[in-house]
């Protein structure tokens, strides 16, 4: 199953909205993850299910859909959100991740 | 604490062969299927291979499978990927990762090592 997400970076400044979308090539209703990855570090777990937050991790996070188009969206954007974020879909074997999406200050 | 800490990395010449470790900590590891997911500039996050909890199942990428080898020694808290035949397509930092329970999210990850192939 192919992950595509869009934008692959995109310009913000701190107190934005943001919306990242994730496509997948078929359905996987809401099996879908969004991690969030900063430098020399690695990945850390924001969303599952499609829209569950992860435990500590802050409201402003929020996901949505199900079947092949979902979205992330970040409802104020804090300076330690500026990262990369992936989505990825465990319906079925092989995992998949999508290519990424930088969010870069403007 | 809930740890996650991988070894074994290193520069390796293709064809060569290496083996990773990922020791857990801090939670019940007998108990949660694991994975092993590397990461290159180019290639962004590539999921490797998965292991239930107990070794019942198993599974590769197609780009790793018949070159690596996923085990686990819920014993020993040991998570390990046998690495044969490398390539340079190979050369990335690779991360064990803990399943979710109930979900094939990864919830835990570790710090990644290093393997690079090269000549």
């Known amino acids: 199953i192919r992950m595509t997400q869009s934008p692959s970076s995109f310009p913000a400044s701190t107190g934005d909205r943001v919306t990242i979308t994730c496509r997948a090539s078929q359905g996987i209703s809401s099996y879908l993850a969004w991690y969030q990855q900063k430098p020399g570090k690695a990945p850390n777990l924001l969303i599952y299910a499609a829209s569950t937050l992860q435990s500590g991790v802050p409201s402003r996070f929020s996901g949505s859909g199900s079947g092949t188009d979902f979205t992330l969206t970040i409802s104020c954007l804090q300076s330690e959100d500026f990262a990369t974020y992936y989505c990825?879909?465990?319906?079925?074997?092989?995992?998949?991740f999508g290519g990424g999406t930088k969010v870069e200050i403007k | 604490e809930v740890q996650l800490v991988e070894s074994g990395g290193g520069l390796v010449k293709p064809g060569g062969s290496l083996r990773l470790s990922c020791g857990a900590s801090?939670?019940?590891?007998?108990?949660?299927?694991m994975n092993w997911v590397r990461q290159t500039p180019g290639r962004g996050l590539e999921w490797v291979s998965a292991i239930s909890s107990n070794s019942g199942y198993i599974f590769y990428a197609d780009s790793v499978k018949g070159r690596f080898t996923i085990s686990r020694d819920n014993a020993k808290n040991s998570l390990y990927l046998q690495m044969n035949s490398l390539r340079a397509e190979d050369t990335a930092v690779y991360y064990c990762?803990?399943?979710?329970?109930?979900?094939?999210?990864?919830?835990?990850w570790g710090q990644g090592t290093m393997v690079t192939v090269s000549s």
């Open positions: 990762a803990r399943d979710r329970t109930a979900t094939h999210a990864c919830d835990i």
């Open positions: 801090g939670f019940t590891f007998s108990s949660y299927s």
């Open positions: 990825q879909q465990y319906s079925s074997y092989p995992l998949t």
